[in-house]
Antibody, heavy 121, light 107 residues
Framework: EVQLVESGGGFVQPGGSLRLSCAASGFTFATYWVHWVRQAPGKGLLWVSRINTDGSSTTYADSVKGRFTISRDNTKNTLYLQMNSLRAEDTAVYYC??????????????WGQGTMVTVSS | EIVMTQSPATLSVSPGERATLSCRASQSVSSNLAWYQQKPGQAPRLLIYGASTRATGIPARFSGSGSGTEFTLTISSLQSEDFAVYYCQHYNSWPRTFGQGTKVESK
């Protein structure tokens, strides 16, 4: 079964750090771009970051640039999001999602179930 | 940044009726437009990509149309399992922005 499973969410104080993981299975992880998308409680979807197949290229939303770092380990079929200097407004469910780039941009066809991050004092 | 605007915010529809959802981009995104369905407590699910191509396993009652800046998602005959929030998203440039969503609720 094609699957993405996030983990690593939790409760953290403002200014703290957290690392999310997204484990892929059922497909050739190394051939897909992967993204992080978040959703604050009761709100819509916000694209956060993306990484290409070999990790050589990354892109970030302005709201997280300089604080979050996306990375991947294709030997472990795992995507990561290192989140530093966390703020209350970073509180959200964080989803990972894959994109079959294949030379041209594409939609996100598989999503994980999400992991909740709560930033509060 | 391309702003995606969806309308209406809420759509009240009876089962069996047709639902028409709109999505407007602040500048052209060509056909690089996707629609997702999200039910409470669940992850989004891809319905439509390339503005009009149904994703794998998506029923034929879902259809998408449009290009450039104006897009439409149509559910031809609403089923009970279709009550959900629907998001459009462009993937033409960075950042890959989403619309604010349209909630389809039972009338």
């Amino acid at each position: 079964e094609v699957q993405l499973v996030e983990s690593g969410g939790g409760f953290v104080q403002p200014g703290g750090s957290l690392r999310l993981s997204c484990a892929a299975s059922g497909f050739t992880f190394a051939t897909y771009w992967v993204h992080w998308v978040r959703q604050a409680p009761g709100k819509g979807l916000l694209w956060v970051s993306r990484i290409n197949t070999d990790g050589s290229s990354t892109t970030y939303a302005d709201s997280v640039k300089g604080r979050f770092t996306i990375s991947r380990d294709n030997t472990k079929n795992t995507l990561y999001l290192q989140m530093n200097s966390l703020r209350a407004e970073d509180t959200a469910v964080y989803y990972c999602a894959r994109e079959d780039y294949g030379g041209s941009p594409n939609a996100f066809d598989i999503w994980g179930q999400g992991t909740m991050v709560t930033v509060s004092s | 940044e391309i702003v995606m605007t969806q309308s209406p915010a809420t759509l009240s529809v009876s089962p069996g009726e047709r639902a028409t959802l709109s999505c407007r981009a602040s500048q052209s995104v060509s056909s690089n437009l996707a629609w997702y369905q999200q039910k409470p407590g669940q992850a989004p699910r891809l319905l439509i990509y390339g503005a009009s191509t149904r994703a794998t396993g998506i029923p034929a009652r879902f259809s998408g149309s449009g290009s450039g800046t104006e897009f439409t998602l149509t559910i031809s005959s609403l089923q009970s399992e279709d009550f959900a929030v629907y998001y459009c998203q462009h993937y033409n440039s960075w950042p890959r922005t989403f619309g604010q969503g349209t909630k389809v609720e039972s009338k």
